[in-house]
């Protein structure tokens, strides 16, 4: 009997009708596997993930294969990005054996969960001789088996151990982070390393804030090309923006076509910020266009974010994004089909399959003659029609407590700066960024609102939902360190004092449960479901850690509130991570980027006033912000505001006050004085 017809993960449901008998992860699963004295299968994958797909269509939907596993295990799937807490498990056990890891994970395991063979990916005649082969050494050879499952747990306890050596996490460490990354920089194509490449978006968040502290131009610049070269490249979709999940080459060409929530957030972060450090056009332009990727094709209304949409579409990958010579012409007619075959690099050859080419920007248009960035425009909205009329790839609709943190994050940065661009500064997309920001507003309110009224139950967070009903898996520590970090910011966007106290109680909880000797954190609460190690893993990867969220929460939570024990519990655990930032700098960038924070201040700056989206003070706080500075607009003594409280206009006239570290400069009444402060 297959159980995955109730469930809630759109990954689960993919594999309902599946003639493998799966449960989901559950305790009777282990059960009925210890009842009939047989192994488990666990397999790990998620909705967009392609080789998923492939190894579902190849095996687990081949009645042989079905039986195969039916006979000799109980088989259990699972979805990563709901219980990330399972994945970390056994990616690490999976690393360990095999040197690599990846999705689909496929482990078995005995009837505790204790792993003795892992892989990733593997071929149906493989499968098929890995399953007769598994089942033979369980049957037969049980006692070196359980050795072997024994040797993984052992060594995987040692990989997620916490109390390690603690240093501080000082500005000789942060400066030879930025040392490693620019010896490791990509000159000619961006970003770092070879093919598959991914958008380093955590490491240029750092080294943005590296620049800020140190006017460091090389940190700039890597940021920058790399920025740029993303930005061109096939990763990037040309025509209704949003970044594809990596390239399959090193020069960002081909993508793998999954377009995942917490990329696309992240990503909007750093081209939000490199706009306003730069005033780059391409910057503001790509910031934009993620902004309304997110808000037109991720959000659910009354809801939150969408998790990704597929790399598929019906079985193929890339077949709604791909074009041909033949097909530009079909739609734009001759000469404009030339005109974007040229502009998009599109050629008789193809860069990609069947002689069809991925677009990327080959030439120029944010600093091109009007015309050319009429006609630009122009051809963009009708290929972007054309192509709504081709199949489009499936869309994970669940709802993640920390990808949607994430992305709330990112909204709110480039909203306000939408907002401070919009005075005194005139643009010539002025009423475009007008109308993406409502969109974009409207869509972070909704996603914080859903956040708060559905993923908190009972004070605690819930991980997943999807239809407005939350899921039962519990929140892990990212899903807190994410969400605590975007209440700070709807509160400094807003100006409501809801939003920091909730930020403050999740936080509490955290502390409370999630706490590991020596200042660090594990990714799972202390009375969370017990697996066979618990995990704690400070690196950042695809997303910050858990432990690299939290503190970032906690160093904005102190900023805004004057309460000195937060910040101490984040210097604390940046301290467990410091030793990894100094050998390891492309897998500590979230890290690294707090650690700026903490060095720069943070700026506390408040700016009393009765226009706070309109008044220049605000604007010009904004767009000179140091790292990591927490800024809250609005009139005197607003109730749950603290930044806000006993710090009168002076005058009458909107004042603004910069504290830093809790002590404040005298406060100031024009724009110039502010920037001096700045």
Not at 236 to 241: F, I, S, T, W
Not at 420 to 444: H, K, M, P, Q, S
Not at 577 to 587: K, S, T
Not at 589 to 612: F, M, N, R
Request: hydrophobic residues 45%; glycine residues 10%.
């Amino acid at each position: 009997m297959n159980r995955l017809a109730s469930a809630t993960s759109p990954y689960l449901l993919q594999h309902a009708d599946n003639p493998v008998d799966w449960w989901p992860w559950c305790d009777e699963a282990f059960a009925e596997a210890k009842r009939r004295d047989v192994p488990v299968l666990i397999s790990v994958g998620y909705a967009a993930c392609h080789w998923c797909h492939v190894m579902a269509h190849e095996s687990f939907e081949d009645p042989g294969v079905g039986k195969l596993i039916n006979d000799g295990f109980v088989a259990i799937k699972v979805d990563r990005e709901e219980r990330p807490d399972v994945d970390a498990v056994y990616m690490t056990a999976t690393q360990a054996m095999t040197g690599q890891g990846g999705w689909p994970m496929t482990v078995f395991a005995a009837p505790d969960g204790t792993p003795f063979f892992c892989g990733t990916y593997f071929p149906k005649p493989n499968f098929v001789r890995l399953l007769e082969s598994v089942g033979t050494a369980w049957r037969e050879q049980r006692e070196a088996v359980l050795r072997q499952g024994a040797a993984v747990v052992e060594a995987i306890g040692g990989a997620q151990a916490v109390g390690g050596p603690t240093a501080p996490l000082t500005a000789e460490v942060l400066d030879a982070a930025a040392g490693q990354l620019a010896r490791e920089y990509d000159r000619s194509n961006g970003g770092f390393g070879g093919a598959p490449k991914f958008p380093p978006h955590l490491n240029l968040l750092f080294l943005l804030r590296h620049h800020q502290r140190t006017g460091s131009a090389e940190s700039l610049e890597i940021a920058r090309h790399t920025a740029e070269a993303m930005a061109r490249g096939g990763i990037h979709d040309q025509l209704a923006g949003g970044f594809a999940r990596y390239s399959v080459d090193e020069h960002w060409t081909v993508p793998h076509f999954e377009k995942m929530l917490y990329d696309n957030a992240l990503l909007l972060r750093v081209y939000t910020h490199l706009w306003r450090l730069t005033g780059d056009p391409l910057a503001r332009r790509v910031a934009r266009d993620t902004a309304r990727f997110l808000a037109d094709e991720l959000h659910r209304p009354g809801e939150g974010f969408a998790s990704a949409l597929d790399a598929d579409t019906e079985g193929v990958e890339g077949l709604t994004y791909a074009w041909t010579p033949a097909q530009l012409v079909e739609v734009l007619g001759a000469d404009d089909g030339r005109f974007a075959a040229d502009l998009f690099a599109v050629t008789e050859a193809g860069t990609f399959e069947h002689g069809t080419s991925v677009l990327r920007l080959a030439r120029d248009v944010d600093d091109a003659d009007p015309a050319i960035r009429g006609r630009w425009r122009d051809v963009v909205g009708r290929l972007l029609a054309a192509r709504d009329t081709r199949p489009q790839p499936a869309r994970d609709d669940k709802v993640v407590a920390a990808w949607n943190g994430l992305a709330i994050t990112a909204l709110a940065e480039f909203v306000r700066l939408v907002q401070a661009r919009g005075v005194g500064d005139e643009e010539a997309d002025a009423n475009l960024l007008e109308g993406v920001t409502i969109v974009a507003d409207g869509a972070l309110r909704d996603a914080a609102e859903h956040l708060a009224g559905v993923h908190l139950v009972d004070g605690r967070l819930r991980r997943v939902s999807r239809d407005g009903t939350v899921g039962a898996p519990a929140g892990v520590l990212e899903d807190y360190g994410c969400v605590a970090e975007a209440f700070c910011a709807m509160h400094q966007l807003t100006g409501e004092g809801r939003w920091l106290t909730l930020a403050g109680e999740l936080l509490d909880t955290a502390l409370a449960r999630f706490a590991a000797p020596g200042g660090g954190f594990y990714d799972t609460a202390d009375d969370a479901e017990r697996l066979v190690t618990r995990p704690a893993d400070p690196t950042d990867n695809a997303t910050p850690s858990g432990q690299s969220a939290l503190v970032a929460a906690l160093v904005a939570y102190a900023a805004l509130t004057g309460e000195s024990r937060y910040r101490e519990a984040a210097e604390a655990a940046l301290a467990t991570v410091a030793p990894i930032v100094a050998r390891h700098a492309r897998f500590t960038g979230y890290a690294a980027a707090v650690g700026e924070a903490l060095l720069s201040g943070p700026y506390e700056i408040a700016v009393v006033t009765d226009d706070p989206a309109g008044d220049p003070l605000v604007a010009a706080a904004y767009r000179h912000a140091p790292p990591g500075a927490v800024l809250v607009a609005g009139r005197p003594d607003q109730p749950g505001v603290p930044l806000l409280a006993d710090r009168p206009l002076v005058d009458g006239r909107p004042t603004a006050y910069v504290c830093r570290g809790f002590v404040c400069q005298r406060p100031v009444t024009t724009v110039e004085d502010l920037l001096a402060q700045l």
